[in-house]
């Protein structure tokens, strides 16, 4: 399973930067740039203060989607 996610879609929303979001809960820029591109899958800590920053739940910023291995 794969982790999605609308961060990028939600901080350009805010008008944030990657720089000030990661400011916001405490990680690098690259560490934002990496999980919008899916390359890094953040700690639940992270994604909850994701989640807070965006005043959103879990759900509403974060799901699974079943990758190509788990179809077969």
Known sequence: MELQNRVKELRARFDWTQ???????????????????????????????????FHLKMEDIFWLTKGVEEDE
């Open 19 to 53: 720089g000030s979001l990661g400011d916001r809960v405490g990680v690098t820029r690259q560490t934002i740039a990496a999980i919008e591109k899916g390359d890094y899958t953040p700690s639940l800590t992270l994604a909850l203060k994701i989640c807070n920053v």
